[in-house]
């Protein structure tokens, strides 16, 4: 008897559960599609053509590979509270994959430039300084989590002056941090 009361609970118990709404991933899962450490590493890098030359000399071979002239950047979807600069959880998760990108042996012999973006609701003035305290507020958040050294960082604001979709002045997508690699 006590078999079958424990294999009938077992059976409820296994159906109950395949009707149970299935676990919710957190809701900034969807913002890291494309911004993972990986993702910022191979955006960020460098890239060389493959032109190897060779120099051959008294001395032996020497070979260098030359660098492309494209600055590698990458438009970062940060998600900022409206109208401010603080942070969300979402923009955290994905700073917390730059951070660990930038101290990547990849990356770490390199300078960024970090430029906010908003859209066009609002002033120009107040776009300007928004778009200057988002960029700043990144690179604080670089400097304080992840202890990258500031002067491998500037941070700069644009406003509305560089809209990613200029035909939707409002569209969220204009909201936006731009990191750029700037060199050694």
Do not use: W
């Amino acid at each position: 008897m006590t078999r079958k009361c424990l294999l009938i609970a077992g059976v409820a118990l296994l159906l109950g559960a395949s009707t149970a709404a299935p676990i919710a991933l957190p809701a900034y899962a969807d913002d890291l599609q494309g911004q993972t450490k990986q993702d910022f590493i191979d955006a960020l890098a460098p890239k060389t053509r493959g032109l190897t030359l060779s120099n051959q000399g008294t001395q032996g071979t020497q070979e260098t590979t030359q660098q492309t002239s494209a600055t590698p950047q990458k438009d970062m979807r940060i998600q900022f509270e409206f109208g401010s600069a603080k942070l969300t959880d979402s923009a955290r998760a994905v700073l917390n994959e730059l951070g660990a990108a930038l101290q990547s042996d990849q990356l770490a012999a390199y300078q960024f430039s970090l430029v906010g973006h908003t859209d066009a609701v609002g002033s120009d003035a107040a776009n300007l300084k928004l778009s200057q305290a988002r960029a700043a507020s990144v690179k604080d958040y670089l400097i304080g989590q992840f202890h990258i050294d500031p002067a491998r960082l500037e941070s700069s604001g644009v406003g509305e002056s560089d809209l990613a979709d200029p035909s939707n002045p409002s569209n969220g997508v204009n909201r936006r941090v731009v990191i750029t690699n700037i060199g050694s």
